[in-house]
């Protein structure tokens, strides 16, 4: 599976965040959420790393809300039917806009690193993707908190959320 999924990461970020470990922490992260939800498919998400300005931008236009926010999903399928990109046979999952500015002050306020808090909202919005909401109410959250932290775990990364 993990050969065959196509996961780009953009840096539009422009501060140097985004090194060849970072690229690897988001494709890793993407990899066990869906190893985790047995997403056998190949799979193609497109990961973007952007400022608080610009995600807050995103935010207004697409979801009507004039804030910053830590990451944004943008699901490209419904009811786990997705196209499927002829160039690469992938299913296309979606995109995922993260805030590094948002990542950074997460992180500090979780006494964890920058890197957790990255993975940490990876798989979040992977869950996204494949269809997990948290709006309608308290047992949704729990239900993709659960999921989030045996991901986590999974990769080795302490749950402290």
């Given at each position: 599976m993990a050969?065959?999924?196509k996961i780009t990461v953009t840096d539009k970020y422009k501060k140097d965040f985004v090194s060849t470990e970072a690229k690897t922490?988001?494709?890793k992260a993407c990899r066990a959420a869906l190893k985790?939800?047995?997403f056998e498919k190949p799979a193609q998400i497109d990961v973007t790393f952007v400022d608080d300005i610009k995600i807050r931008e995103i935010n207004r236009e697409f979801r009507d809300i004039d804030k910053a926010?830590?990451?944004l999903s943008f699901p490209l399928g419904e009811n786990g039917i997705y196209d499927v990109n002829p160039e690469n046979g992938a299913c296309m999952l979606g995109d995922v806009v993260i805030s590094v500015d948002r990542a950074r002050a997460q992180a500090d306020l979780y006494g964890h690193g920058i890197e957790r808090e990255i993975a940490f909202l990876t798989v979040h919005s992977v869950l996204h993707l494949l269809g997990y909401d948290h709006v309608g109410g308290e047992s949704e959250r729990k239900i993709m908190r659960k999921k989030e932290e045996e991901i986590l775990e999974s990769m080795g990364l302490s749950v402290d959320r």
């Open positions: 050969g065959k999924d922490l988001v494709r985790y939800e047995k926010t830590d990451v």
